[in-house]
Nanobody, 115 residues
Framework: QVQLVESGGGLVQPGESLRLSCATS????????MAWYRQALGKEREFVAG???????KYADSVKGRFTISRDKAKNAVFLQMNSLKPEDTAIYYC?????????WGQGIQVTVSS
């Protein structure tokens, strides 16, 4: 039913920017919460940013002031603008949508920050 597909990742140098997109399909209505998670090599998956239908936002301390999450309610899409990227931001980024029945995940997209 619900499908999530991430795009916009890639390889960049420290200090540069990337914008991730998550396109969704199969939803009857607007998702209450949409979020981004990431998993670096050798580490557990961690929360990055989340946004509600009321545009309330929450960020991990490690990305506050650098990342901005936003959404398009009409399209049920969510975005993550990543500025001032650091090598420690390198990870696979996942789009996540929790629902009453289950939490949906995208396949993930690689973001690599290296000089």
């Amino acid at each position: 039913q619900v499908q999530l597909v991430e795009s916009g990742g890639g390889l960049v140098q420290p200090g540069e920017s990337l914008r991730l997109s998550c396109a969704t399909s199969g939803s009857i209505g607007v998702f209450t919460v949409m979020a981004w998670y990431r998993q670096a090599l050798g580490k557990e998956r961690e929360f990055v940013a989340g946004i509600t239908t009321g545009a309330e936002r929450k960020y991990a301390d490690s990305v506050k002031g650098r990342f901005t999450i936003s959404r398009d309610k009409a399209k049920n899409a969510v975005f993550l603008q990543m500025n001032s990227l650091k090598p420690e931001d390198t990870a696979i980024y996942y789009c996540s949508v929790p629902t009453k029945r289950q939490t949906y995940w995208g396949q993930g997209i690689q973001v690599t920050v290296s000089s």
